[in-house]
């Protein structure tokens, strides 16, 4: 990533993303030149903004009147995510949302390949789900130890996860992405990204209520 003097913030990494979608558009079309103030205004953004996320992300050096060559920014940014290098990551809990997650194409440009599910429904076991097995979760942490394994994504109940997650801190995980609906309880060098998806909603509704309080008048 960027050099260990450099302060990288969360809401930095939260908008590399949509940087690297417009990017990666812009190179499709055609177009070979930017600037972070053409980027800013594309992502609505202020420019001064922009111009410092890039400076944490770019190891290429833009071009006077001109801007940066956007395959080199986009190399670097991708760099800068990882997404570069691909990993391996395991899902617990297939039910429909972590099957529609297993099904997700997207994730391979961003370098997170989901190679098994884990569940306990003997339904699911032994079958394969968008060509990925399904496991026994009583093979999990043997799994995660064998091959190495340090990305996990939980989307199961609430009263399961942190059990889960435990086992699989214990077994070598050091990043979990949690689609639960429960915060979870874990030792600071485990990284964790919970969805709240109540939340996401709630900020959704107010948000329409509020233009359509404005259109009323």
Same mark, same amino acid.
């Given at each position: 990533?960027?050099?260990?003097?450099?302060?990288?913030?969360?809401?930095?990494?939260?908008?590399? *993303?949509?940087?690297?979608?417009?990017?990666?558009?812009?190179?499709?079309?055609?177009?070979?030149?930017?600037?972070? $103030?053409?980027?800013?205004?594309?992502?609505?953004e202020n420019p001064a903004v922009a111009k410092k996320d890039l400076s944490?992300? $770019?190891?290429?050096?833009?071009? *006077?009147?001109?801007?940066?060559? &956007? *395959?080199?920014? =986009?190399?670097? =940014?991708e760099s800068f995510m990882g997404y570069d290098?691909?990993?391996?990551?395991?899902?617990?809990?297939?039910?429909?949302?972590?099957?529609?997650?297993?099904?997700?194409?997207?994730?391979?440009?961003?370098?997170?390949?989901?190679?098994?599910?884990?569940?306990?429904?003997?339904?699911? &076991?032994?079958?394969?789900?968008?060509?990925?097995?399904?496991?026994?979760?009583?093979?999990?942490?043997?799994? $995660?130890?064998?091959?190495?394994?340090?990305?996990?994504?939980?989307?199961? +109940?609430?009263?399961?996860?942190?059990?889960?997650?435990?086992? /699989?801190?214990?077994?070598?995980?050091?990043? &979990?992405?949690?689609?639960? +609906?429960?915060?979870?309880?874990? +030792?600071?060098?485990?990284?964790?990204?919970?969805?709240?998806?109540?939340?996401?909603?709630?900020? /959704?509704?107010?948000?329409?209520?509020? &233009?359509?309080?404005?259109?009323?008048?």
């Amino acid at each position: 990533m960027a050099d260990n003097d450099k302060s990288i913030s969360l809401a930095t990494l939260q908008r590399m *993303p949509g940087y690297l979608r417009y990017l990666k558009q812009l190179n499709s079309e055609g177009t070979e030149y930017i600037s972070s $103030v053409g980027l800013a205004d594309a992502m609505q953004e202020n420019p001064a903004v922009a111009k410092k996320d890039l400076s944490m992300a $770019v190891v290429s050096e833009g071009k *006077p009147k001109i801007g940066y060559y &956007i *395959p080199d920014l =986009i190399r670097d =940014i991708e760099s800068f995510m990882g997404y570069d290098h691909e990993k391996e990551a395991i899902l617990v809990g297939v039910g429909k949302l972590g099957q529609a997650l297993m099904g997700y194409s997207g994730f391979e440009k961003y370098g997170l390949n989901i190679i098994a599910g884990f569940d306990t429904d003997n339904a699911l &076991i032994g079958k394969e789900v968008h060509g990925k097995k399904i496991l026994h979760v009583a093979k999990m942490a043997s799994t $995660v130890r064998k091959l190495g394994i340090k990305i996990a994504i939980l989307t199961l +109940p609430a009263a399961h996860a942190q059990v889960m997650a435990d086992i /699989l801190v214990e077994a070598g995980i050091r990043a &979990i992405w949690n689609f639960s +609906p429960v915060s979870l309880n874990l +030792p600071d060098n485990v990284a964790v990204k919970n969805e709240n998806m109540a939340a996401s909603l709630a900020v /959704l509704s107010a948000r329409l209520k509020e &233009i359509l309080s404005k259109e009323d008048k």
